[in-house]
T-cell receptor, first 113, second 113 residues
Framework: DAGVTQSPTHLIKTRGQHVTLRCSPISGHKSVSWYQQVLGQGPQFIFQYYEKEERGRGNFPDRFSARQFPNYSSELNVNALLLGDSALYLC????????????FGEGSRLTVL | QQQVKQSPQSLIVQKGGISIINCAYENTAFDYFPWYQQFPGKGPALLIAIRPDVSEKKEGRFTISFNKSAKQFSLHIMDSQPGDSATYFCAARYGGGADGLTFGKGTHLIIQP
């Protein structure tokens, strides 16, 4: 079975630009979460979506937005990029119920110049 | 405000030794405490997790010890192997519907052969 897939794997943007990152969850998983991992730090929670509705939001500015589609895939959008947005963006999916264990993808490495 | 504090930042252990990583949390509303392992260029992978109604959980060479009154939990890796060399993150999640995890800053573990 395919795990969580993310695209693109690497990208370079300049300050002020916009970026869209994509995530496909594991088949059967209905919840998708996004995390930002700055080099040398632990992941930080950005959003969680379940059944196309936002279920949780971390402490990130309104420049960050996300959505979930009917097939449970998800997009993370970041507007007006800053140098500090350079990070590994991780998507995780989970199956509702039980421990709701998170399965992470390998991430999208964003560099803002 | 760092809600999950992890130590040490880095750790070197001889092959066959015991690796111990500690975490402390502040919010008693947390009800799920996982440990993740991350290799370079990969997303975090769940290693083992515990709930606060259990004081210890063991899976193979990995054990979580949980002290609810002290608000501390630790990961023990027995018979540490070079393949265990990775970055380890503790995390915590609030009870309720949202899946957002709060991660520690990570421990870079090196197992010397």
């Amino acid at each position: 079975d395919a795990g969580v897939t993310q695209s693109p794997t690497h990208l370079i943007k300049t300050r002020g630009q916009h970026v869209t990152l994509r995530c496909s969850p594991i088949s059967g998983h209905k919840s998708v979460s996004w995390y930002q991992q700055v080099l040398g730090q632990g992941p930080q929670f950005i959003f969680q979506y379940y059944e196309k509705e936002e279920r949780g939001r971390g402490n990130f500015p309104d420049r960050f937005s996300a959505r979930q589609f009917p097939n449970y895939s998800s997009e993370l959008n970041v507007n007006a990029l800053l140098l500090g947005d350079s990070a590994l963006y991780l998507c995780a999916s989970s199956y509702p119920g039980g421990t709701r264990e998170l399965f992470f993808g390998e991430g999208s490495r964003l560099t803002v110049l | 405000q760092q809600q999950v504090k992890q130590s040490p930042q880095s750790l070197i252990v001889q092959k066959g030794g015991i690796s111990i990583i500690n975490c402390a949390y502040e919010n008693t509303a947390f009800d799920y405490f996982p440990w993740y392992q991350q290799f370079p260029g990969k997303g975090p992978a769940l290693l083992i997790a515990i709930r606060p109604d259990v004081s210890e959980k063991k899976e193979g060479r990995f054990t979580i010890s949980f002290n609810k009154s002290a608000k501390q939990f630790s990961l023990h890796i027995m018979d540490s192997q070079p393949g265990d060399s990775a970055t380890y993150f503790c995390a915590a999640r609030y009870g309720g519907g949202a899946d957002g995890l709060t991660f520690g800053k990570g421990t870079h573990l090196i197992i010397q052969p």
